[in-house]
């Protein structure tokens, strides 16, 4: 780690920079229905915009009509007519729901499997009941770690498992971030070089990893409550035995 000093973390927090679609969105409506615009104005108008082209795809699933050469002989290769204008993310409307929900069941299936089953943000894992919410099981989704309306895609790096109670908190989130202080004594406060470890993996990987002893706990989670308690029991005289992280 490279942190050294609070000063340098806090510099870390900027203030929220306006997402790359948002701009795009900004530049095509700019044209008006009926307008035509070359691949090179979108590039030219949007320049701190990576793959301008593709933000702008990810526009139509929210209703922005915008037709190329292949579906309007009228037009160039590299020519775009912009016929409909969607939501309007640009003045600040939300991104339709259904546009978070569009991932396919296998891929879905690959994202849960590769997570454990387990949200990635409080670490339930599906079906569990809460630890601090007695009474309430963790329902598992998937969600985006960059939001959609951040020009997040439904790339697999972009999705991870998320239990229902994290997916809400993060989406009404009206709770204010912890200053980025208290999160870095929190994290030097880890005494064990093996827990750190484990945390700087996670925070490389963007996500919760699934380690050796998540995933004994999955298959341990899946046994019958009379075999947990024996296994269970059996870990426990190991771990009075040998406690030292
Ligand atoms: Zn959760």
Redesign the pocket.
């Known amino acids: 780690m490279i942190l050294r000093g609070t000063g340098e973390v806090m510099a870390m927090d900027e203030p929220r920079r306006k997402p790359s679609i948002v701009k795009v969105a900004e530049y095509v409506a700019s044209v008006g229905e009926g307008g035509r615009f070359t691949k090179l104005d979108l590039f030219a108008n949007v320049p701190d915009v990576a793959q301008a082209d593709r933000r702008m795809r990810d526009l139509r699933p929210m209703g922005w009509k915008i037709d190329n050469y292949k579906v309007n002989s009228d037009l160039k290769p590299d020519e775009y007519l912009l016929v409909e204008i969607g939501t309007r993310i640009d003045q600040g409307e939300p991104v339709p729901k259904t546009v978070r929900k569009n991932i396919t069941g296998p891929k879905r299936r690959r994202i849960m499997e590769r997570d454990g089953h387990a949200?990635q943000?409080?670490?339930?894992h599906a079906g569990a009941e809460y630890w601090d919410e007695a009474g309430r099981n963790?329902v598992l989704s998937i969600g985006h770690i960059i939001p959609v309306s951040d020009g997040g895609n439904n790339d697999d790096e972009n999705l991870r498992a998320?239990?229902q109670?994290?997916?809400d908190e993060s989406r009404n989130n009206t709770k204010r971030p912890p200053a980025p202080g208290e999160v870095l004594i929190q994290v030097t406060a880890l005494k064990s070089r093996d827990k750190k470890k484990r945390l700087y993996a996670w925070m490389a990987a963007g996500r919760r990893t699934v380690d050796d002893v998540d995933d004994a706990f999955i298959q341990w989670s899946r046994l019958s409550r009379m075999d947990r308690l024996n296994v269970m029991a059996k870990l426990g005289s190991q771990v009075i035995k040998t406690d030292g992280s």
């Open positions: 949200c943000v409080c670490g339930v963790a998320e239990c109670r994290c997916n």
